[in-house]
């Protein structure tokens, strides 16, 4: 999808997002979202925690949800 389709996909689907979520970034890998607070989530590779803007890293491809 470009950026176009995801923001559609994201504002049209229903996804639940929050700590515990499994996500996934091209360059830390697999990581947790750990809490979500003043439009950043806060999220946990493997001991390493990282911001992502809210809903940005979502709509552009940052982090990408890991489904279970």
Do not use: A, W
Request: net charge positive; with cysteine; proline share 3%.
């Amino acid at each position: 999808c470009d950026r176009r389709q995801r923001q559609m996909c994201i504002r049209d689907s229903y996804i639940e997002v929050g700590s515990g979520t499994k996500v996934s970034n091209k360059v830390y890998g697999e990581g947790i979202i750990i809490s979500v607070e003043d439009g950043y989530f806060i999220v946990d590779f493997s001991g390493k925690k990282m911001e992502f803007p809210f809903p940005d890293s979502l709509i552009d491809g940052r982090l990408h949800i890991i489904k279970k």
